[in-house]
């Protein structure tokens, strides 16, 4: 049992003025963080008691699921990462962690860099350490800080330059072991999530930087969320928005039927897709071609959309370059002939096409078919352009933004959209790791192979304000039970007053005997005072115990999501609230 006095829960009424969300707001004026740096929190008692207990919840999952604790570094040798498949992809997202001695330029590669995972590092120690098939299946795991160098630090801990993060490896044989290892691992997340009181949807997801060959993620929805979740209520299909696809284009679509011959048509000034939907030349934007530029591994190549849709760039990532960005308009214009506003793929437009590394196409312009895309040539326009006789697509994929409302791949019935925040993320790696780093095991018919990875993270610091942003109302946080700092708050209005210690004594002990953690404010201050840090503060279970009350023979207990107020006769206290402690535990 703890008393407040004897603890730290400074709260505050107003809200910080960085603070745009619940959550974040809730955490600082409930006394859970402080602000150090933008991205950067001390956790401060209460706070870190919350995440002690997520940590626990988290390792008993894992280790129920074979996995298999231990510690690495966090400054890494950037050597490790430089060897490894994501050093272009990661590097300007990881701090330096030179030598002083050194003196190194800015401009410079580091020594050393503050890890965001931990692939580069337990890859190469799987390899020296796993030498048989005996030796495996293994997936080892970790709860520790990691870094990020966030660009722009936002909503707490939601986007925060060092964070705690859950991160596992499993190692296996082959391909099938693996899917084993993967969907054990996606079992324990559930049950992890389901115990710290969250409702966490699994989705499919972008492999991203990591890599891979699939991936899902456990995203809370919430009105705040940092990505879309797309999906289906009558088949269950769920993704986030880089990875979801739809049902609008027909698997069997037909070739469009040839129009007229191409024909260039003047367009003084208009450099837009709305602009050309204009009058006088009325082409809506479903029948327009947007021709885009981007540069993959330092060669450029075009993506040809629809007018009306967006290109989702993660899905570039199916093109397999390391790295790619949208190219400047100084890099469009010698190879294309143009600038933006006025770009195509027709044969013969283009200037150098041999400087092209493809032009690929989303299937959704098949529907199409015949339609509209800049000349090449500024002030121009093409029309009657048809897929096949006149653009030079060299590949085809699915490169769009799926919207809410169009069909759902697996039924037909209409896709939904809402926000959700990302709290939870497998991959399967497969080999792409093992092999960077030869990291290989022999067969029982001496025959060496790659390990097969998978790799696993929960953000443990982005699950406590998520579980706030999922849970909390106009007063405050309202705590799930098993996460909660203390479960049960002992009010008492009249400290100096005996018997009020007496009975709290009494309740908090019986209490504690049945497993929930208990503080007592003793502070000597207003009843309402304590009642609003009460609510704010979230703890499920409040007992108040006054002299009035005591005059009256009764102590008082809520329930945090509950407005009724049971009166208890101070002989029933103890072990009213005992039976309460069980039946929530």
């Not at 300007?92 to 800015?106: L, T």
């Not at 840090?533 to 499920?540: K, N, Q, S």
Request: aromatic share 8%; glycine share 8%; charged share 25%.
């Amino acid at each position: 049992m703890k008393y407040w006095s004897e603890f730290f829960i400074p709260t505050l009424k107003e809200s910080p003025a960085d603070a745009e969300i619940a959550s974040h707001k809730l955490l600082v004026r409930a006394g859970l963080v402080r602000k150090l740096s933008g991205g950067l929190y001390t956790y401060m008692p209460a706070g870190l008691r919350v995440m002690r207990t997520i940590s626990e919840i988290c390792r008993e999952e894992l280790d129920r699921a074979g996995a298999i604790e231990m510690w690495m570094p966090h400054v890494h040798p950037a050597e490790n990462w430089k060897k490894g498949p994501r050093w272009a992809a990661a590097r300007e997202i990881m701090f330096r962690a030179d030598h002083a001695g050194d003196r190194q330029k800015p401009s410079e590669d580091p020594e050393f860099v503050l890890g965001p995972t931990h692939e580069e590092v337990v890859t190469p120690l799987a390899g020296a350490e796993i030498n048989s098939y005996r030796d495996l299946p293994k997936n080892f795991y970790q709860i520790a800080t990691k870094f990020r160098n966030e660009i722009r630090p936002r909503y707490g801990l939601m986007r925060a330059r060092e964070f705690v993060m859950m991160d596992a490896y499993s190692f296996d044989v082959d391909d099938d072991a693996s899917v084993v290892a993967y969907h054990k691992m996606k079992a324990a997340y559930e049950a992890f999530f389901k115990r710290v009181g969250v409702l966490a949807i699994a989705v499919e997801a972008d492999t991203g930087v990591m890599g891979g060959s699939y991936s899902h993620e456990f995203m809370v929805p919430a009105e705040v969320g940092d990505d879309d979740v797309i999906y289906c209520e009558e088949s269950g299909y769920a993704a986030n928005r880089e990875k979801a696809t739809s049902g609008l284009v027909p698997a069997d679509i037909a070739d469009a039927a040839l129009e007229a011959e191409v024909e260039k048509f003047a367009t003084p000034g208009v450099t837009t897709i709305a602009a050309l939907a204009k009058e006088p030349y009325i082409v809506a934007a479903d029948q327009q071609f947007k021709t885009l530029v981007y540069v993959g591994d330092e060669k450029p190549f075009l993506v040809i959309l629809r007018g009306n849709d967006d290109l989702e760039e993660a899905k570039l990532s199916a093109l397999g370059f390391s790295v790619v960005r949208p190219a400047t308009p100084e890099e469009i214009e010698p190879i294309l002939g143009a600038k933006p506003g006025s770009l195509g793929a027709v044969k013969g437009t283009i200037k150098s096409p041999d400087q092209l590394a493809g032009i690929f196409a989303d299937h959704a312009i098949k529907l199409i078919g015949n339609g509209t895309t800049g000349a090449n040539e500024d002030g121009y326009h093409l029309r009657h352009v048809n897929i096949g006789r006149d653009l030079a697509i060299t590949g085809w994929g699915d490169f769009r933004t799926v919207k809410a409302g169009e069909p759902c791949p697996q039924c037909g019935q209409p896709l939904k959209s809402r926000r959700g925040i990302e709290v939870g993320h497998i991959f399967k790696l497969g080999t792409k790791y093992a092999e960077c780093f030869e990291a290989t095991y022999m067969d029982d018919q001496k025959q060496t192979h790659p390990l097969v990875m998978g790799c696993y993270g929960i953000g443990i610091s982005r699950t406590l304000q998520a579980v706030i942003e999922q849970s909390h109302d106009q007063n405050g946080i309202v705590w799930p039970w098993a996460i909660a700092p203390y479960q049960v708050l002992i009010t008492v209005l009249d400290p100096d007053m005996a018997e009020a210690k007496e009975v709290a004594n009494a309740v908090g002990v019986a209490a504690e005997l049945v497993g929930a953690d208990v503080l007592v404010d003793d502070r000597d201050g207003r009843p309402g005072v304590k009642f609003k840090d009460a609510d704010l503060v979230g703890f499920p279970l409040r007992v108040t115990i006054g002299g009035r009350g005591l005059k009256e023979g009764i102590v008082e207990v809520k329930w945090r999501h509950e407005e009724t107020v049971a009166k208890v006769p101070v002989a029933e206290a103890a072990s009213h609230v005992a039976n309460l402690v069980e039946s929530a535990s």
